[in-house]
């Protein structure tokens, strides 16, 4: 087998940072990326997003977590070197990578474009298992080997920093967005201003919606219009949530705490649907006529698949959309994570990988 690669030459040995055990700082971990495979890209990380799945994970707040961990699914870079099957990508390509990197290719769902929901489990970018049986390091590394299949192109036009959240934060709030068919004449409410909501305020925007953005945090509020919302909510003030009663087609609760879903599924209109993207920690509660009374819809949805996250891409592209970021070296990594945990970012952190390379 013969496999090019560029004159970088992309050695095995990997530097990144990873959680070495739940609640413990991320720290400096060096390990060996595989030889890349006839299909396989090797990707030069150039930047990578911090989306709140990291934390949740690095922290084994979902459980199951594998450490050591090296998180990071929001991956856009340069391929530097190219397997000998490959024919989407050459060497100085832009490429780009969000949360699975393979998933079995003959279930339904993988059949319909929908990896993302395999009938058989994803392999995903980071804490998970490929099918060589070796644990899955994500973006908060020098480089990555992974199938061209389950890589995204990247237009030269989007600034590369901003871009790198579209992979989970973009593309998680895109895929609703269009499959609840969000659009002119349709009221559609965001939940947090986060990095997933403000991607989710930027397309309902762009998609034509009314959009009604909801915060706890009174500080968002010229931000969230700035980004597209029509109309801001603070959702502690209960009577101006009262005031939207019944009438939603539509909300995406992009939330990462523990909060009552019953206030968002009292502003869903008749038949409308409250989408959950956000996985908190522990279960939710649900009262039964928040959906029985006015035969409402309570959905969940998680990121998007391949096609969907091209198209995505190639919307922005368009467009000119990318993520409001706040660009960090790596070593500021765990004080993000604390920041995050704050609400206080604007609105996605990305880890500028050079950072890493040059320590
Ligand atoms: P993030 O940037 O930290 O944003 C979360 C937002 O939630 C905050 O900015 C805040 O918005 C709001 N919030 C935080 N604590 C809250 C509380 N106690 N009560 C009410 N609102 C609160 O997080 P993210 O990266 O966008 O991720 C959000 C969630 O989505 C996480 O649980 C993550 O794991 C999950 N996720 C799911 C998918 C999927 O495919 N379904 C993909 C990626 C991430 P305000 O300040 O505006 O209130
Ligand atoms: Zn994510
Ligand atoms: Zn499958």
Redesign the pocket.
């Known amino acids: 087998m013969s496999i090019t690669l560029s004159k970088s030459g992309a050695p095995k040995a990997t530097k990144s940072y990873a959680a070495r055990a739940a609640r413990e700082p991320l720290a400096p971990f060096t390990f060996d990326r595989r030889d890349p495979l006839p299909h396989d890209i090797v990707i030069d990380v150039l930047f990578c997003g ?7 994970q690095a922290r084994d707040e979902w459980g199951g977590s594998l450490f050591p961990m090296v998180p990071g699914h929001e991956i856009a870079g340069r391929v530097i070197g190219v397997g000998d099957k490959v024919t989407k990508f050459k060497v100085g390509d832009l490429a780009a990578v969000g ?1 699975f990197v393979d998933s079995c290719r003959t279930c339904g769902s993988c059949g319909e474009g929908l990896e ?1 929901y395999c009938e058989n489990g994803m392999t995903v970018t980071y804490n998970g298992i490929d099918r060589s049986g070796a644990p899955t390091f994500g973006g908060y590394s020098e480089r990555l080997v992974v199938d061209e299949a389950y890589s995204l192109r990247v237009s030269e036009k989007l600034d590369l920093a901003a871009t790198a959240p579209l992979l ?2 973009g ?2 709030l895109y ?1 609703p967005l269009r499959h609840w068919k969000a659009g002119p004449g349709k009221k559609v409410g965001i ?8 991607m989710g305020v930027k397309f309902a925007h762009a998609f034509g919606a009314h959009v009604v ?5 009174p500080g ?1 509020v010229e931000d ?1 219009k700035r980004l597209g919302a029509d109309e801001v909510v603070i ?1 502690k003030d209960a009577d101006a949530m009262a005031k939207h009663a019944n009438s939603f087609d539509l909300i995406v609760d ?6 009552d879903m019953n206030a968002y599924l009292n502003l869903i209109k008749r038949d409308g649907t409250l989408v ?5 920690e522990k279960p939710l509660s649900i009262h039964p006529f928040s959906v029985v009374a006015k035969r409402k819809n309570f959905a ?5 698949g391949i096609a969907e996250t091209q198209e995505m891409l190639d919307f922005c592209a368009e467009k000119g959309i990318v993520s409001d970021i706040e660009l960090i070296p790596i070593d500021k990594i765990n004080e993000a994570y604390e920041r ?2 704050k ?1 206080d ?1 604007k ?2 952190f990305v880890i500028d990988m050079a950072s890493l390379k040059n320590s």
């Open positions: 911090v989306c709140h799945s990291d934390i949740h949360c993302q989970c934060a593309i998680t895929s939940v947090g201003l986060g990095g997933l909501g403000h953005l909801f915060t706890t945090s968002k969230g959702s992009a939330v990462s705490a523990e909060h959950l993207v956000g996985v908190p969940g949805s998680c990121i998007g995050m945990l609400s970012v609105y996605r």
